[in-house]
């Protein structure tokens, strides 16, 4: 990847930790404009270099490489994952630990997605960002970056995790649930890996275990996956549609423990159909907190029937980029079915 601006890493004698940030983009390093708040090369890495305490010896040593095309996240593509992942693998073994300056929006996203990518993770890669950009005084970046430096460059953490007010969530277990508050994200079902107050907690018991293996990585291609919503009056025509492409993937989010109509025989048909010719289904609550479990009631028997699998209590962003990074494997149907339903980086509880 072009990496333009390279800030030269800051040496401490104190603290002989290091950790890399890759800066992508997202409001932390915003300039207000007439559009509205814009990424704009230069600006970040220059704002913060005044700022004492990221010269602190308490602080880890740091390097921060701005990304040549800094995006608000909304742009974010699988392609970005991608060289984020080949990004940290190729400075893994230089750096104590990672961080991920990234817009908030499809930060759930990236997180999750990264997760699955950077296979057998031995440290530390905490994605960040903030609600208001660094240049504004209220801003919430301040304390983002520098607790996401000090636990990316102190602790143990061998997975990604997302750090947003005071809390580091596992990557794959965090949702974008307010829109401009600071306490923008939470974890619904899973606690909080870390939290901080005045100390910070990290909360081992909860972390996944160190891989004896050397990190390596796995590209997700652009996925043939898409995620729909029911709602009650639901075209179930509309699936003929979705079906009648090349899609490899659904995300069905239903209602409660995986519910939706029994009386839709249509519905019912379509999604059997294209289950037995190779379209992995996933079920997926649309309830913010919770697990599918499909045997409960009858609706759920009809998804069960049609051969639709459970997503337990993945998040949707969770499901929807394990579901993208099965497909991009070399794994068959059968096998994809199967590793959905499994425990792979701490996403699903079953
Ligand atoms: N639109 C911005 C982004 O996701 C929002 C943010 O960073 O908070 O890049």
């Not at 990424?39 to 700022?51: D, M, R, T």
């Not at 990557?171 to 909080?192: E, I, M, T, V």
């Not at 025509?237 to 209602?255: A, H, K, P, R």
Request: aromatic share 10%.
């Amino acid at each position: 990847m072009l990496l333009l601006y390279s800030f030269k890493l800051i040496k401490h004698f104190m603290n002989s930790k290091k950790v890399y940030v890759a800066y992508t983009g997202g409001t932390i390093g915003m300039k207000p404009s007439d559009k509205g708040f814009i990424p704009e090369s230069g600006y970040f890495s220059q704002q913060i270099s005044s700022l004492p305490e990221l010269a602190s010896p308490d602080m880890p040593a740091f390097e921060i490489h701005e990304y040549d095309n800094l995006i608000d996240s909304s742009n974010i593509t699988p392609e970005d994952w991608y060289r984020i992942s080949q990004d940290i693998e190729s400075r893994f073994d230089e750096f104590d630990g990672f961080v991920v300056l990234h817009g908030t929006d499809t930060m759930a996203y990236t997180a999750s997605a990264l997760s699955f990518m950077l296979e057998d993770l031995s440290k530390p890669v905490i994605v960040t960002g903030s609600q208001i950009p660094w240049s504004q005084i209220r801003t919430d970046a301040r304390d983002n970056l520098i607790t996401s430096l000090l636990l990316a460059g102190n602790y143990d953490i061998p997975e990604v995790g997302l750090y947003f007010h005071n809390r580091l969530y596992r990557g794959n277990r965090a949702r974008k649930l307010d829109a401009s508050g600071f306490h923008a994200f939470q974890s619904p079902n899973f606690p909080a890996i870390a939290e901080v107050g005045t100390k910070i907690t990290v909360n081992e018991e909860l972390l996944l275990t160190e891989p004896a293996q050397r990190l390596k990585i796995q590209k997700i291609s652009p996925p043939k996956v898409i995620i729909l919503s029911l709602f009650p009056g639901f075209p179930a025509e509309l699936l003929e549609n979705v079906f009648s492409s090349d899609i490899q993937g659904l995300v069905l989010m239903t209602y409660g423990m995986g519910n939706a109509p029994c009386n839709d025989k249509k519905l019912l048909d379509l999604l059997g159909q294209a289950s037995k010719q190779g379209v992995v289904i996933v079920n997926c609550t649309q309830c913010y907190k919770g697990s599918v479990d499909m045997s409960g009631y009858e609706t759920g028997h009809g998804l069960l029937d049609a051969g639709v699998i459970s997503g337990f209590d993945m998040t949707p962003e969770a499901t929807l980029t394990k579901l993208s990074y099965l497909l991009s494997s070399d794994c068959t149907v059968e096998e994809i079915k199967q590793k959905m339903q499994l425990n792979l980086r701490g996403e699903l509880t079953n």
